[in-house]
């Protein structure tokens, strides 16, 4: 097979222009172009290049599908370990020659391109994150008015449910007319967020039922269809990962490391990847500590364990990075969670969140 012309293609994707750095064999610049996005796969496939690279950010799914369709091969980077690459003054050309250097690293990490199965579902997920932080925004608006007239009420999305309608509807309550209107608009904006919300629940766990690997997921303790449908979204077959304590690094599940002088030294979890996945895992983690059943799940002795010599904060953060790496061993060796004989299958009573095992 003929050498390609140039070895590795970096692309700095913008909203409206892209611009394109090919790099020779020596690793100096052989072209360079700035693209419109309209045209920028076009030109992209006119190019003779063994492997073309950007950063995964939005709009790099979409021209990554398009590109590996049509045979060329494709990587997209963590932007963060890209940005050490990148020399002299920051400009666009400047990004895709970092981008392309990077590609060409075996330390440089990868991300999996996302089917557009996998992205729909995220943007369902994102859609009922926003929603609940609305509702919960509008609970705590509508909590403050009414402790401004002297009238508390109790934290909770079913006490403010029942007990809101019940006062305005009450005309000897101290309220004014001004009062109970907004009030009224925090009530009515609840009420569709909360609809809505409940809508996209529906559709996510409709896609849990659907899924074969959500299916798999659903039985380990502590997870439901939220959790199992946002991992399958994030990283699919979970190939990407060598082992189950790559993705639960992945998911900054694991303590960050500060060691100098041979002598190692261990902090808290690094917080890194998956923001919104981590969350999961952390309720699903606090769940199986508060609700699994020890005495019948072989977990149940390590988790007392981990609650003799540890926060509880801790040994739930624990739990969750044990979760990533049961998740991991299902999803990478299509294996199946198998609870100790005698144990009831739990999936069908996990809450919707993946927080109630046992």
Same mark, same amino acid.
């Given at each position: 097979?003929?050498?390609?012309?140039?070895? +590795?293609?970096?692309?700095?994707?913008?909203?409206?222009?892209? !611009?394109?750095?090919?790099?020779?064999?020596?690793?100096?610049?052989?072209?360079?172009?700035?693209?419109? @996005?309209?045209?920028?796969?076009?030109?992209?496939?006119?190019?003779?290049?063994?492997?073309?690279?950007?950063? &995964?950010?939005?709009?790099?799914?979409?021209?990554?599908?398009?590109?590996?369709?049509?045979?060329?091969?494709?990587?997209?980077?963590?932007?963060?370990?890209?940005?050490?690459?990148?020399? $002299?003054?920051?400009?666009?050309?400047?990004?895709?020659?970092?981008?392309?250097?990077?590609?060409?690293?075996?330390?440089?990490?990868?991300?999996?391109?996302?089917?557009?199965?996998?992205?729909?579902?995220?943007?369902?997920?994102?859609?009922?994150?926003?929603?609940?932080?609305? @509702?919960? *925004?509008?609970?705590?608006?509508?909590?403050? /008015?009414?402790?401004?007239?002297?009238?508390?009420?109790?934290? $909770? #999305?079913?006490?403010? *449910?029942?007990? /809101?309608?019940?006062?305005?509807?009450?005309?000897?309550?101290?309220?004014?007319?001004?009062? @109970?209107?907004?009030?009224?608009?925090?009530?009515?904006? %609840? #009420?569709? &967020?909360?609809?809505? =919300?409940?809508?996209?629940? =529906?559709?996510?766990?409709?896609?849990?039922?659907?899924?074969?690997?959500?299916?798999?997921?659903? =039985?380990?303790?502590?997870?439901?269809? /939220?959790?199992?449908?946002?991992?399958?979204?994030?990283?699919?077959?979970?190939?990407?990962? #060598?082992? $189950?304590?790559?993705?639960?690094?992945?998911?900054?599940?694991?303590?960050?490391?500060?060691?100098?002088?041979?002598?190692?030294?261990?902090?808290?979890?690094?917080?890194?990847?998956?923001?919104? +996945?981590?969350?999961?895992?952390?309720? $699903?983690?606090?769940?199986?500590?508060?609700?699994?059943?020890?005495?019948? !799940?072989? %977990?149940?002795? %390590?988790?007392?364990?981990?609650?003799?010599?540890? !926060?509880?904060?801790?040994?739930?953060?624990? +739990?969750?990075?044990?979760?990533?790496?049961?998740? %991991?061993?299902?999803?990478r060796k299509g294996q199946t969670y198998q609870p100790r004989a005698g144990q009831a299958n739990n999936s069908t009573n996990n809450r919707f969140c993946g927080a109630h095992a046992g």
């Amino acid at each position: 097979m003929a050498q390609a012309l140039y070895p +590795v293609v970096g692309v700095d994707i913008g909203k409206d222009t892209m !611009h394109v750095v090919a790099l020779d064999q020596s690793g100096a610049i052989a072209h360079k172009q700035r693209c419109t @996005r309209a045209t920028v796969l076009t030109r992209l496939l006119q190019l003779d290049a063994d492997l073309i690279a950007m950063e &995964a950010c939005p709009g790099a799914h979409h021209l990554g599908r398009c590109l590996s369709e049509q045979g060329r091969a494709v990587h997209l980077l963590v932007a963060a370990d890209v940005r050490a690459f990148v020399r $002299g003054h920051k400009n666009d050309y400047n990004d895709a020659q970092a981008i392309a250097e990077a590609a060409v690293r075996p330390t440089v990490r990868t991300v999996c391109i996302k089917s557009i199965e996998q992205q729909d579902v995220q943007m369902l997920h994102r859609l009922r994150a926003r929603l609940v932080r609305q @509702r919960t *925004a509008l609970i705590n608006q509508a909590r403050a /008015l009414l402790l401004e007239a002297g009238i508390p009420i109790a934290q $909770g #999305r079913k006490t403010i *449910a029942r007990k /809101l309608p019940e006062l305005l509807a009450r005309d000897d309550v101290a309220l004014s007319s001004c009062r @109970r209107e907004m009030l009224t608009q925090c009530l009515n904006g %609840w #009420r569709q &967020a909360q609809a809505e =919300a409940e809508q996209i629940e =529906a559709q996510l766990s409709q896609v849990a039922r659907s899924d074969e690997r959500c299916q798999r997921l659903l =039985a380990v303790p502590g997870v439901g269809p /939220l959790t199992a449908t946002a991992l399958v979204a994030a990283v699919g077959n979970a190939s990407e990962f #060598r082992s $189950g304590r790559d993705l639960a690094a992945w998911l900054g599940l694991v303590p960050r490391q500060h060691s100098t002088g041979g002598v190692p030294r261990l902090l808290g979890i690094s917080k890194r990847g998956n923001t919104y +996945v981590r969350w999961l895992l952390c309720h $699903g983690g606090r769940s199986v500590r508060e609700h699994l059943k020890r005495d019948q !799940h072989p %977990w149940g002795p %390590w988790i007392t364990a981990l609650e003799a010599r540890m !926060h509880p904060n801790k040994a739930t953060v624990a +739990v969750a990075a044990k979760l990533a790496r049961v998740c %991991w061993t299902i999803l990478r060796k299509g294996q199946t969670y198998q609870p100790r004989a005698g144990q009831a299958n739990n999936s069908t009573n996990n809450r919707f969140c993946g927080a109630h095992a046992g």
